[in-house]
């Protein structure tokens, strides 16, 4: 292990050992959803099923809660529910990735997890980011010498050499293949397709889609994978407007593309040209998918974004996942659903109707509501979670037909971006069927069957331990809660 690892292996535990010893820092964390170790996380990397147990890795800055020179964290599972910190995998530490580790992802082959990452070093006075490998056994990882795999002499054309990064891989027939995205000299992002006979040599196929218009520029993140007998494609295009329409937030926003990919041609050819929101929500980047040894496509992302910032400055750490979503596709839709496994983890039930107000002392819960609005009639509810000092709420007014979230109300009010609303639509029984996943700092709401997400982020004092629902519906509304142990 490098002194680098080393390192940042003693201060995750140092950290790790503050946060045990502290009632209030034990408070802060989330009960169901991967968290950093210690210091900063964003996007999930190398998300993955190994040696009998799901693997995660992230971005990782052990030194503080802010963005810093990127490691690889890494994590198990028995039950994608309930996660184990591991010791840390990669540091900056190699010729190829002096300045960083930045994201990739891993397949198993041959009882080894194969891994892809970019790795970031200095040219001059620049910084360049080219594509690396490294191997898994289940004890040691190993970064062979031959890294860099792919650099700007393995592409046929030039493009910004500070922006290549990201490489997705899969393995087909006789051959691995690896996506990244890149930077073209007009500014505009771009998906270029690779494969390889050994993991080793690699052979540029070509631009497999691309920006074509002023909609956004970088991409990040890319996932290109078959699902229920169409090709998806998963990116996070940065430096987007915000529009309503769509639900695109300002700045940064992942979103899908249903097509098909053209592997002789090396084109992905879009059922539609615009872009599909994955998730709604304010806090919601980077998504990575695995396949699991079911056949189930699991998704996981990073619940935040680079301009939604507000973790306390008390924390010890810095960033969450999302609850993995198992995906399929019905109706020309992508579809999410919270992975089966979370239900192991149900605690007591709580069931009835709404009319006026109930409250309920707990705040780790799936909750379940059914809202058949009267025609023609302004009507809302309301879900708080906090109490009178410190709370979010998150309102469906019948009226205008929006999911709305406010987090102004919270430590620090919220962040630069504390509130949003949604467009919703009923479903064929004129119902609205909501699905909200509330853990300690976060709500995932899940809309008619995970046909949309809106995924969000608040932080509150760990005393503020209450749920509240108030509706105004003519037709009371159903609820299902459980609590989440």
């Not at 087909?172 to 993991?199: Q, T, Y």
Request: charged share 25%; proline share 4%.
């Amino acid at each position: 292990m490098s002194e680098k690892l080393e390192l940042a292996k003693k201060r995750m535990a140092e950290i790790q050992s503050q946060i045990e010893s502290s009632e209030e820092q034990k408070k802060f964390l989330p009960r169901f959803h991967f968290s950093s170790p210690c210091g900063w996380i964003n996007d999930p990397n190398g998300f993955c099923f190994f040696d009998g147990e799901f693997h995660l890795f992230a971005q990782w800055h052990p030194y503080s809660t802010q963005w810093g020179p990127m490691h690889w964290c890494h994590a198990s599972s028995k039950n994608l529910v309930k996660w184990k910190h591991l010791p840390p995998a990669f540091a900056p530490d190699s010729q190829a990735d002096c300045e960083g580790c930045f994201s990739g992802s891993a397949i198993e082959q041959d009882g080894k997890l194969y891994i892809a990452y970019t790795g970031v070093s200095k040219k001059l006075d620049s910084t360049i980011q080219n594509q690396c490998v490294a191997f898994f056994d289940g004890k040691k990882f190993v970064k062979p010498n031959f890294n860099p795999i792919l650099t700007a002499d393995d592409i046929p054309f030039e493009y910004d050499v500070e922006h290549f990064r990201d490489p997705k891989i899969w393995h087909d027939g006789e051959k691995f293949f690896l996506a990244a995205v890149l930077k073209k000299k007009d500014g505009r992002g771009a998906l270029a397709i690779f494969e390889s006979a050994n993991f080793e040599k690699w052979n540029f196929l070509g631009i497999a889609d691309e920006e074509k218009t002023s909609r956004s520029a970088m991409w990040e993140c890319p996932d290109i994978f078959l699902l229920d007998g169409k090709n998806v494609f998963i990116v996070s295009p940065q430096e987007m407007q915000a529009e309503e329409k769509g639900g695109f937030n300002k700045g940064n926003n992942t979103v899908y593309f249903l097509g098909e990919f053209k592997k002789d041609e090396c084109k992905f050819v879009r059922e539609n040209s615009d872009f599909t929101m994955l998730d709604l929500g304010m806090d919601f980047y980077a998504a990575q998918t695995m396949q699991d040894s079911s056949g189930r496509r699991i998704m996981i992302a990073w619940m935040q974004n680079w301009d939604s910032y507000n973790t306390p400055k008390n924390y010890l750490w810095s960033g969450m996942m999302t609850f993995p979503r198992e995906l399929k596709i019905e109706n020309g839709k992508l579809i999410q659903t919270p992975v089966r496994e979370l239900k192991d983890f149900y605690g007591k039930e709580f069931s009835g109707k709404i009319s006026g107000e109930k409250k309920f002392d707990l705040r780790h819960c799936a909750m379940k509501l059914k809202i058949v609005p009267k025609r023609g009639e302004s009507e809302k509810l309301k879900v708080k979670i906090g109490d009178k000092k410190q709370f979010a709420f998150f309102e469906f007014d019948s009226e205008k037909m929006e999911l709305s979230f406010n987090r102004e109300n919270t430590i620090d009010g919220g962040g630069t971006m504390n509130k949003k609303s949604i467009h919703v639509e009923l479903d064929e029984n004129g119902e609205l069927n909501l699905l909200c996943l509330i853990d300690t700092s976060s709500v995932e709401i899940f809309i008619n069957s995970g046909e949309k997400v809106f995924t969000n982020i608040f932080f509150i004092s760990s005393d503020e331990n209450s749920l509240a629902l108030s509706s105004t519906f003519f037709n009371e509304v159903e609820f299902l809660l459980n609590e989440i142990l």
